[in-house]
């Protein structure tokens, strides 16, 4: 039952940072905390750690906690290491990727450009998480799933400091794609960096609207 409940807070906290309806850098109050969602103080206080572990949240013992902000050297950071790792990574293992698989991606990229942003910046997340699980290194994808949660964050967050955040990541995605489909080593690494470039200057530039 304890752990049930800590599962439960943990989900709803998640997905209240994932969808910045707690803002990056925004400072939560356990108080406040304990008596908007009544799981109790123990599951409570085990999600935050939780959290934390994430890095989705930092706690300061005795002076309280926030949202995880997003600064220039955290996105830089981000980028460059999915910079690192998904170019070389398909290069690598390009023969191996499942040629239907990519295409139910494209599939799903075009139909997400009728749906929210949210279901597009998921799918996003879930096709390059996909290119690095081609490796079937069991902590290189899981240090991965890090790292696309906090693009996640960040692309939610992006859209809600500005709603056409969205622009060109159709066709961005369908190169990536295209070269995959054609086994194109040089063409798939220049798409990847192109794409993870273009993403990183928009959430640079709306990072200084931001704050």
């Known amino acids: 039952m304890a752990e049930a409940l800590t599962n439960q807070a943990y989900e709803y906290l998640y997905d209240k940072i994932i969808s910045c309806e707690y803002r990056p850098g925004q400072e939560l109050n356990e108080k406040q905390l304990l008596e908007q969602t009544k799981f109790g103080r123990t599951p409570l206080r085990e999600a935050l750690l939780m959290l934390q572990s994430d890095k989705l949240l930092e706690i300061y013992p005795r002076k309280g906690m926030r949202i995880a902000p997003f600064t220039e050297k955290s996105i830089n950071d981000l980028y460059l290491t999915r910079k690192l ?12 990727y499942s040629k239907s698989r990519l295409l139910e991606f494209q599939n799903m990229f075009e139909q997400a450009e009728h749906s929210s942003e949210v279901e597009e910046f998921r799918i996003d997340t879930s096709f390059h998480a996909y290119l690095v699980s081609i490796t079937n290194n069991q902590i290189l ?8 949660i906090q693009q996640l964050r960040l692309a939610v967050y992006a859209a809600v400091l500005d709603s056409s955040n969205r622009a060109g990541n159709l066709q961005q995605h369908k190169a990536i794609i295209d070269a995959l489909l054609r086994e194109n080593e ?22 200084g609207n931001g704050e």
């Open 141 to 148: 994808m899981d240090m991965y799933q890090s790292v696309m």
């Open 85 to 96: 790792i998904e170019p070389t990574v398909c290069r690598k293992y390009i023969t191996l």
């Open 186 to 207: 040089e063409d798939v690494q220049d798409a990847i960096v192109l794409h993870i470039n273009h993403s990183l200057i928009k959430s640079l530039k709306l990072l």
